[in-house]
């Protein structure tokens, strides 16, 4: 099944990313798992882009998802978190569109100070719902022919996007950003190497 679960915009900042908008997609997963999903996804977003280089298009594979990140000159980045049947040319233009009419309609000045609830955006739950489908949207994509030229590095797990030395486990264990519940979630979708499992 093509799906696209989440589309986040981010500030890379000198130490930290921030998410500045998100929409997520998450009518697969349960009811109860559905936070903590979100809240990992959005966990991975931040990861994927701090450990990203400026002006580069990384597509990363973590067990059955593919975490697509474009980072710009200007530190705006953006992740979309789809399947490994999503295409990445595809999600990298889309990537491309969504930061672009960011920073159109978001100033610059507000990126590293604003809250994600204060960010005058409204466009990327539209947007994740127009482009779940590939084949229509790729239509959109026909004007955008630089990402083709592009090279897209692919990695195949996260960790090789960490840091030396790093591990994603007590990256989850350190984080302030996830609830004690998405912690246990995690722990217990590693033990048995659930779908569900971000990590």
Sequence with gaps: MVKIFSICVLYKGPDQAKILKAAYDLQQFGFFQRSSVQEFMAFTSKIITERSNVCSHQSVKEQEYMCHVYVRSDNLSGVAV???????????????????????????????????????????????????????????????????????????????VLERGEKLDDLVSKSENLSLQSKTFYKTARKTNSCCSFG
Excluded at 84 to 99: D, F, I, K, T
Excluded at 106 to 125: D, K, Q
Aim: hydrophobic share 35%; no cysteine.
């Design 82 to 160: 789809t399947d490994h049947e999503y295409p990445y040319r595809v999600a990298h233009n889309m990537l491309n569109m969504v930061l672009d009419d960011f920073a159109l309609k978001v100033p610059s000045h507000l990126w590293p100070i604003t809250e994600e609830s204060a960010i005058p955006y409204t466009e990327l739950p539209a947007t994740l719902t127009k482009w779940q489908n590939p084949r229509e949207a790729d239509s959109l994509t026909k004007v955008q022919e630089e990402v083709e030229e592009t090279k897209i590095i692919l990695h195949k797990t996260i960790n090789a």
